[in-house]
């Protein structure tokens, strides 16, 4: 299973920015997907999470009701969109997979995921 992040950019806080991730390869009928990010000096931290279908979403306080994950099966695609963007938003963003089917409460820890794409940069400017 490979994953690809793009949509990156640089962006004025408060603006918005569309990430996505592509699934390829070996496929299944289902995954669970997160995204985490990781700003220069500190460590990854969890952004949000989803079912494939979509039944099942969390996200960190830090950018619920700005952030909303989606997935497009047909396309096998995952997006974040990004919106009221912050200068703490800064970081380097990255998709993860995992065919095993993850309790709501367990999407949130990288450890649960299995296959990670490579990132994509935010740089939200004051």
């Known amino acids: 299973v490979q994953l690809q992040a793009f949509g990156g950019g640089l962006v004025q806080a408060g603006g918005s920015l569309r990430l996505s991730c592509e699934v390829s390869?070996?496929?299944?009928?289902?995954?669970?997907i997160g995204w985490f990010r990781q700003a220069p000096g500190k460590e990854r931290e969890f952004v949000a999470a989803?079912?494939?279908?979509?039944?099942?979403?969390v996200y960190a306080d830090a950018v619920k009701g700005r952030f909303t994950m989606s997935t497009d099966n047909a396309k096998n695609t995952v997006t974040l969109q990004m919106n009221s963007l912050k200068p703490e938003d800064t970081a380097v963003y990255s998709c993860?997979?995992?065919?095993?089917?993850?309790?709501?409460?367990?999407?949130?820890?990288?450890?649960?995921?299995?296959?990670w794409g490579q990132g994509t940069l935010v740089t939200v400017s004051s």
């Open positions: 993860a997979a995992t065919v095993s089917r993850v309790i709501l409460s367990a999407m949130k820890f990288a450890r649960m995921y299995t296959y």
């Open positions: 390869g070996r496929t299944f009928s289902s995954y669970d």
């Open positions: 989803a079912s494939w279908s979509s039944s099942r979403k």
